[in-house]
Each structure stands twice: as structure tokens, then as C-alpha cells.
């Protein structure tokens, strides 16, 4: 019954900001590394942002650094994923998903993975 549920997604304008959750039910969120994918249609999964067990940030797509924030509060079991500077293209599905080993490098694997939440940056 382990799953991770993402909200927040919507719709919004170029320069815009949204803030994405991800809620973990059924595992203790402290020992997990929690990472932030997205998928835009017709492309490939990318790797966004990653926060640690150790609270330790990695950027895998440089272009949201500087305007995407992660952050963890283990207390409420949530991730987020504040977004600030929005651009269309990062209008994607964005998914959270979590691991034991911390953050991957150069992969996908994780143990767990939400159904993602839908992000569109139109004017």
C-alpha cells in the first residue's frame, strides 16, 4: 500500500509560479532520496531536481536552476517542488518518486513512483 499522490499541477501563464507536493503514505519519508521527473508528450523522462536523505540537492536539468526550488519536511511526509519563472516549455507531466539509495545518477530507477501531476505554461 506504499504510494506517493502529486498535486498542485494546473495551468498558467509564462512567468508564472506553482507549487508541486508529493505526499508519501505507507513509508517513512526521512530514509528516502525523492526526485522530481517530468515528461513532456512525445519526449523522453527527465530527472528535474533530487533532495536527499541527508537533505543534500542535485540538479539534473540545468535548465531550472535558479528558478526551481526542492525542499522536504519529513514530518508531514511531503516533498515540493516550487516553481517560479515559468516557461512553456517546461509544460510537462511531472512525476515524484522515491528511493532507498538516495538520489540516481544517470537513471531512472526508483522504488516508488506517483501518477504525476499536469503542468501547462500557455498565454
Known amino acids: 500500500q506504499e504510494h506517493l499522490v502529486e498535486s498542485g499541477g494546473g495551468v498558467v501563464q509564462p512567468g508564472g509560479s506553482l507549487r508541486l507536493s508529493c505526499v508519501a503514505s505507507g513509508l517513512i519519508l526521512d530514509y528516502y532520496g525523492v526526485a522530481w521527473f517530468r515528461q513532456a508528450p512525445g519526449k523522453e523522462r527527465e530527472g528535474v531536481l533530487c533532495?536527499?536523505?541527508?537533505?543534500?540537492?542535485?540538479y539534473y536539468a540545468d535548465s531550472v536552476k535558479g528558478r526551481f526550488t526542492i525542499s522536504r519536511d519529513n514530518a508531514k511526509s511531503t516533498v515540493y517542488l516550487q516553481m517560479n519563472s515559468l516557461k512553456p516549455e517546461d509544460t510537462a507531466v511531472y512525476y515524484c518518486?522515491?528511493?532507498?539509495?538516495?538520489?540516481?545518477?544517470?537513471?531512472?530507477?526508483?522504488?516508488?513512483w506517483g501518477k504525476g501531476t499536469l503542468v501547462t505554461v500557455s498565454s
Open positions: 518518486a522515491a528511493d532507498l539509495a538516495d538520489c540516481p545518477v544517470g537513471s531512472l530507477e526508483m522504488d516508488y
Open positions: 533532495i536527499s536523505s541527508t537533505d543534500d540537492r542535485t
